[in-house]
């Protein structure tokens, strides 16, 4: 019974998988260097419509939710009110980074995807 128990528990948590985002960059590299993770990175900033959208629209979407709980460490920064490292550069927001855990930039997007969009681009990642 008690077998069962965990079984369903754990189905049940890959089902509803969530994001757990992580505030720190050198966390980040940690967690993704021991669970074998991609590291990716949101610059945003307040006020910005195409952040808004990526963050509560698309990042929302249960199979990216899916995806990033499977294969990604998952960071936000704020770029007026975080620490943003010199090489993530940013021209635009969002800006979007994936990066290894050596701190090796996979991979950069400039603006805003739709849900299906990001998921191919997280699927090309992970195929790698």
């Keep these: 019974m008690k077998k069962m128990i965990v079984m369903m528990l754990l189905v049940t948590s890959a ?9 720190d ?5 940690d967690i993704a260097a021991q669970e074998k993770k991609i ?12 952040c808004k959208y990526m963050k509560n629209v698309v990042l929302q979407n249960s199979e990216v939710q899916k995806a990033l709980a499977k294969d990604f460490v998952v960071v936000h920064l704020d770029i007026h ?3 943003v490292p010199l090489a993530l550069e940013h ?4 800006t979007l980074y994936f990066l290894n855990s050596d701190e090796g930039v996979l991979k950069r997007v400039n603006g805003y ?15 790698q």
């Excluded at 960059?25 to 590299?29: G, H, I, R, W």
């Excluded at 021209?91 to 969002?94: E, I, K, Y």
């Design 15 to 23: 089902l509803f998988a969530q994001v757990h985002w992580v505030k």
């Design 25 to 29: 960059l050198d966390d980040a590299y």
């Design 39 to 50: 590291v990716f990175v949101l610059l945003s900033q307040k006020g910005c419509p195409a």
């Design 81 to 83: 009110e975080d620490f």
């Design 91 to 94: 021209f635009v927001t969002p």
């Design 113 to 127: 995807e739709n849900a299906k969009d990001f998921l191919t681009e997280l699927k090309s990642l992970t195929s």
